[in-house]
């Protein structure tokens, strides 16, 4: 043992400085049993006062739990994601745990890599967002007893538990608040058709189209790059063939679709409207006011946190499926 682990006070050192019992010391710093307040504060500021730090090791390997959980995000440069992992990460600290976050930069085989070194940790859950892993692979994680939650995906593998936001319903409510200011012939510019949130959100705004007896223009229907230019080319191309309008798939597109109105002098929303998907920290700025569809990225990273500290604690196991409802955000641009 080094010098510094001898020095470290312990629950029995507080004990005696306080002329408490060490099992109600115990008690009130790991937040269990019912103390008097006083109690609770008085060894609280005794065991910030002398230095205590709880022995974490220790802990874990009484209990043979690691209060640690594993979180793996798509993309930690996207600015959707911040909000949403503060969500998991202050969720978790209030509960005691800790999170090791790691990137996958939306690759399967880094997401994989991750995995793998998050479960040799030991983390006692996990949080995998937009994953790539396919239903087999999903099936084996659950098979090996390590609760997990999916978020950003709808999952139909049975015992598996996902938070997602309803995505149908956000491309839905874009699409009907559009028809409703008088836009005709209103363009879905998107990303990775293929992706579940792309394919969610363009049956939404159909839906919303096919109730106004609208014809859907299959032209409008445009794809192209997730990023500022990528939003500016599909703009481009959808005021090229008549679009008065566009619904973005996220609002960094849209921010590319206000620079091609921008440049071709478009008053928003009187000549045409814009709305984006997300409610990033750019769309509210005073210069860009963008009308969007709110994703609560704080209250999903929270949720998915709330949920998997239950399949963890809980002895009576219950896969967990929660939809949160997306809100319309009006703003300046439609």
Known sequence: MCANERNRPTVKDIANALNLSVSTVSRALNKKGKLKPNTIKSIEYKAKEMGYLPNYIARSLKSNITYTVGAIIPDITNPIFPKYARGILDSAVKKGYQVYMLNSDMNIEKEKAALESLLSKRVDGLILTSTNLSDKELSALRDKDIPFVVTRREIKVPGVSYVDVNNFYGGYIAGNYLIKQGRKKIAFIGSRFSGEPAQKRL??????????????????????ETSIEGGYVAAKEAYEKGADSIFAYNDIMAIGALTFASEQNLRLPEDFSIIGFDDIYLSSLPFIKLTTIRQPMYYIGSKAFSVLLHLMTSKNFKAYKVWIKPELVIRKTA
């Open 203 to 224: 049956k939404g705004f159909i839906k919303a189209i096919e109730k106004y007896n609208m014809e859907v223009d299959k032209r409008l229907i445009i794809e192209g």
